[in-house]
């Protein structure tokens, strides 16, 4: 995918809210791009993806902590896409690992 294209949204999708950060030949960017993209489906929202080592800034970032989700601009998550919690802050909910856990 290209660094700024966004990614599929549905119609009627209220702008890109999702941004998925990913670098070539990682197994994991993988299955967070199909993940992120079925959320981004199923809550009518856009995303895109950006490649981290085409960004010197993301690369120093982020380093080896991709894929990396951001929700608004802010980081959500790294490695794993868990995507009830995805849902729940795309949603307004809190972000915190802690009460997607129910503490």
Do not use: K, N
């Not at 941004?19 to 993940?35: Q, V, Y």
């Not at 080896?64 to 868990?82: A, I, K, S």
């Amino acid at each position: 995918m290209d660094d700024d294209a966004p990614g599929p949204a549905a119609p009627g999708d209220g702008g890109t809210r999702i941004t998925l950060l990913t670098r070539s030949g990682c197994h994991l960017c993988e299955t967070a791009r199909d993940a992120v993209a079925r959320v981004a489906d199923q809550e009518r929202v856009g995303w895109r993806e950006a490649d981290v080592d085409a960004d010197p800034q993301l690369a120093e970032e982020y380093g080896d902590r991709v894929p990396v989700v951001l929700v608004d601009g802010r980081e959500h998550g790294y490695w794993r896409v868990e995507e009830d919690r995805l849902r729940r802050a795309l949603a307004g909910g809190r972000w915190s690992l802690r009460s997607a856990r129910g503490r």
